[in-house]
């Protein structure tokens, strides 16, 4: 049967917890790049997609090809991450400082990941690759993308956030909680079955969700306020671990944590596990 069963999906979510605290901070690095820079690569997708159709939804119904790619290649997501550890230490498979140490060095090679899709991106609109379109029908597509990011680096740091002091703080934190609380239900229900379409389909809805609503998720937030302040837009990275990568952070903690990971443990863990 296809369909696993609730029970068997917390033990596996254990397991996959336990398992992932033992891997290498090699392999945790070179999964979470390619993780990271494949959210990078989905973000323009969607960018370039809504600009396209002038409707962003249809770049939301495209984003989750990445995240389905991490899913079957069995990489590394620390917001994933964020719900499947503390699942695998309060079962006692793992400790607490090894989850702290994975979800360390796959955030940083989650952010290397997005920084390189960022540059590479960047590179490309100066390399003289992408110049104005021959046929006068207006500046390349990527220029019209890479104008969106750097509106969206100023707003989502500083106009939203900084200019609100301890309330765009909080702001920042509770979209952070309802951005994980999709993106886990997105993994826990590629979980659910065991084929390739099945995890796809399953994954799929959440992270349109959580991409249509523009909440705050971590892994696509280092690609867009790291491309920010590559592309020009003025905002010092500085002001971006503090008003946006910070709050979003611990909020995608919470999130993954307290709403998925918390509340599957203690509905459906079976006391063999």
């Not at 997609?49 to 090809?65: D, E, M, N, R």
């Not at 550890?85 to 994975?102: E, H, I, Q, R």
């Not at 390189?116 to 110049?131: E, K, N, P, Q, Y």
């Amino acid at each position: 049967m296809d369909y696993v069963l609730p029970n068997e999906l917390v033990d596996s979510m254990i397991g996959a917890g336990a398992k992932k605290s033992t891997l290498s901070p090699k392999q945790l690095l070179l999964r979470g790049f390619y993780s990271g820079s494949i959210l990078g690569l989905a973000v323009i997708l969607a960018l370039t997609c809504g600009i396209l159709t002038k409707l962003p939804f249809v770049g939301s119904l495209l984003f989750p090809f990445g995240f389905a790619s991490i899913v079957l290649f069995g990489m590394e997501l620390v917001t994933g991450n964020f719900a499947l550890l503390p699942m695998a230490c309060w079962a006692g498979k793992t400790s607490w400082k090894a989850t702290f140490v994975n979800w360390g060095w796959v955030w940083l090679g989650n952010w290397a990941g997005t920084a390189a899709v960022a540059l590479f991106m960047a590179l490309s609109l100066t390399s003289g690759t992408m110049d104005a379109a021959a046929d006068n029908i207006g500046p390349p597509i990527w220029d019209l993308v890479a104008q969106k990011i750097v509106a969206l680096n100023q707003i989502n740091v500083e106009k939203k956030y900084e200019a609100l002091g301890g309330l765009g703080f909080f702001l920042a934190f509770l979209r952070g909680v309802l951005a994980n609380w999709l993106v886990c239900l997105g993994v826990t229900m590629a979980s659910v079955s065991k084929s390739v379409p099945g995890k796809i389909i399953g994954c799929w809805l959440p992270i349109v969700a959580f991409q249509s609503m523009g909440m705050e998720h971590i892994v696509v937030n280092q690609f867009l306020h790291t491309a920010g302040p590559i592309l020009g837009s003025g905002v010092s990275m500085g002001k971006v671990f503090f008003w946006n990568f910070l709050p979003v952070t611990i909020g995608n903690i919470v999130g993954g944590m307290v709403f998925i990971g918390g509340m599957l443990y203690g509905s459906h863990k079976t006391s063999t596990t």
